[in-house]
């Protein structure tokens, strides 16, 4: 690193910094779509994998100590490094940053459905999930248990958001996503360029109907597992859509779980079911 990379900006007015400037404002947040597009990653963790991604790197920015900690072990080539107070930070974002260390990517044209689905065994479509949170969490859960995509249907939130980057650990940059075409009644025709390339589509309802997941997963080598919103769940149209629809059992009383929650038991069930028995 040269001191040409890093320098001190101690003017929250000062341009340089405006990638990160009123994070808190909805109307106004560089990382939202209709703002400047930009991918923003808080922390260690998530601004390495920020740096492993396709997304190319604008600035990093940070108070000195976690500056210091992290080019120590990370390489960061000739990425503008904005060192700040934490006042600074604070008054440049909206918000005390206690993390203390983001970093500002360009968004990149996402892959093409095709392009995901190209050598993958196990894809994700999720149907207005609205709530960046569960989305981060998906992305987290499904790194985790070896789905290979995820698919967003209508009605879903913005997958670079900050919070999903935040909650996904990171993995949003990382795993593949690409959004299915048509409007709250048309997208589901696009599940049919699933089915062609050898999906087995499963769609996931509390519905007592339903057939035990484990055995809708049962000898499918290719499987898309349907997942909608918290409370109303896959629409009705969704699920027609489908080949089957599957429920995770489970104690008398209760009726559902977290929409991570219920993803997360789906996809651990979907990589068990690929295991060989002994």
Not at 177 to 196: K, M, N, V
Request: proline share 6%.
């Amino acid at each position: 690193m040269t001191a040409a990379n890093r320098v001190t900006v101690s003017d929250p007015a000062d341009s340089r910094l405006d990638d990160i400037r009123d994070l808190n404002r909805s109307d106004s947040r560089p990382d939202l779509p209709g703002g400047k597009g930009l991918v923003i990653a808080e922390g260690p963790l998530v601004i390495s994998r920020l740096l492993e991604s396709r997304f190319p790197v604008r600035a990093l920015i940070g108070f000195r100590a976690k500056l210091d900690a992290f080019l120590a072990e990370h390489e960061v080539g000739d990425v503008p490094i904005y060192e700040v107070t934490r006042e600074t930070l604070a008054e440049v974002a909206g918000f005390d940053m206690h993390r203390g260390l983001l970093a500002a990517a360009d968004r990149v044209p996402e892959p093409t459905v095709a392009d995901v689905l190209n050598g993958a065994r196990t894809v994700v479509v999720l149907e207005g999930v609205g709530d960046h949170e569960n989305i981060g969490s998906m992305f987290r859960n499904a790194a985790g248990m070896g789905v290979d995509a995820i698919l967003f249907g209508n009605g879903c939130a913005d997958p670079l958001y900050r919070r999903v980057v935040r909650v996904s650990m990171g993995h949003v940059l990382r795993l593949p996503y690409a959004h299915l075409d048509g409007s709250s009644t048309t997208w589901q025709r696009s599940l049919q360029e699933l089915s062609e390339a050898g999906f087995h589509l499963v769609s996931l309802t509390p519905d007592p109907a339903a057939v035990h997941l484990e055995d809708a997963l049962e000898g499918r080598e290719k499987v898309a597992l349907l997942v909608g919103a918290e409370g109303p769940g896959l629409t009705e149209h969704a699920m027609r859509a489908t080949d089957v629809r599957a429920r995770i059992p489970m104690a008398p009383g209760t009726d559902s779980l977290n929409l991570a929650t219920s993803a997360a038991i789906a996809f651990y069930e979907r990589d068990r079911s690929q295991r060989p028995r002994s």
